[in-house]
């Protein structure tokens, strides 16, 4: 069994209880929605650039923000190549898909490391979020980095997030972790709208399915925190393949199943806000 690690530093902890700020909205969008991981490479660009899609195709007018400074995905994942462009107050997003996009990636060379501190990622995420020009939309789809850091500290503090989507595999030790999201998010008075059970299962090709990861993790770490569990999704390698190829699942294989699974998800976001 791995250890479980310290659940918050004291320092995270004292950022935590200072005196909350006035909490803004983004302009120019109705719901602020975070899709969080404690992990990385469990699939949480994969299901906010699916989703986020998935809600367009419903009828939702829709933005992406990659808030994942270090790791961008969004570039690789829509395949945008163009950097946005600035009337010298406000950065315009990049449309793709008919989604508002804006991402660090698409300010700097793809190859090259962030090696920022924290106050200089705080600063780019209220760039971000204060300083683009998102236009009339109902949902911004927000990719955070993993973990508990200062992304999530300065998005649950600064701005109004109106919910946030837990992803994880059902692996024990990336468990672990979304247990410390869990408590992250209840502190910071974010509303968890769900866990999502990513990369459950395989079917071979005889039918049966491979649980490879193990069974039923997220969902009793759900049970255990009170949280509603959103669903599965199956490991399938049209995902991974579609999302390298810059034209994610649903964008580029709408009756999919797979894209059928998203879209269910959408439209219960669609319902619970609209
Ligand atoms: P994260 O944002 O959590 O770091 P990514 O979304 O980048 O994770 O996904 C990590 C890798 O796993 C990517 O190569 C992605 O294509 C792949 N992936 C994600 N979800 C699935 C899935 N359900 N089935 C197959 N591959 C997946």
Redesign the pocket.
């Known amino acids: 069994m791995p250890k479980e690690k310290p659940e918050l530093s004291d320092a995270m902890r004292a950022k935590m209880t200072r005196k909350t700020p006035m909490k803004n909205p983004i302009n120019g969008t109705k719901f602020t929605i975070a899709i969080s991981?404690a992990?990385?490479?469990?699939?949480?660009?994969?299901?906010?650039?699916n989703l986020a899609l998935a809600l367009k195709q419903i009828g939702c007018k829709v933005g992406l923000l990659d808030a994942?400074i270090y790791?961008p995905?969004i570039p690789k994942?829509f395949n945008i190549n163009e950097k946005p462009k600035s009337d010298g107050q406000k950065l315009e997003p990049i449309v793709k898909y008919d989604i508002q996009c804006m991402s660090i990636g698409f300010l700097t060379d793809q190859q090259t490391p962030m090696i920022w501190r924290g106050p200089m990622v705080t600063s780019a995420i209220k760039t971000f979020t204060q300083k683009v020009n998102w236009k009339d939309l109902d949902f911004i789809i927000v990719?955070m980095p993993?973990g508990t850091g200062d992304t999530q500290l300065t998005f649950s503090q600064e701005i109004k997030m109106d919910g946030a989507i837990i992803?994880s595999t059902p692996q024990e030790v990336a468990l672990l972790d979304v247990k410390r999201g869990i408590k992250m998010f209840d502190k910071l008075g974010v509303k968890i709208l769900g866990l999502i059970d990513?990369?459950?299962y395989f079917t071979g090709d005889d039918g049966k399915k491979y649980k490879i990861f193990g069974e039923g993790g997220v969902k009793k770490t759900a049970d255990e925190f009170k949280k509603e569990f959103l669903g599965e999704?199956?490991?399938?390698?049209?995902?991974?393949?579609t999302?390298?190829d810059g034209k994610p699942i649903v964008e580029s294989k709408p009756n999919h199943e797979?894209s059928k699974i998203y879209l269910e998800f959408a439209n219960k976001i669609k319902s619970t806000y609209l």
Not at 39 to 49: C, I, L, N
């Open positions: 991981s992990k990385g490479g469990v699939g949480k660009s994969t299901f906010a650039t994942d790791g995905s994942m990719d993993p992803v990513n990369m459950s999704i199956p490991i399938n390698p049209e995902i991974g393949k999302g390298d797979i």
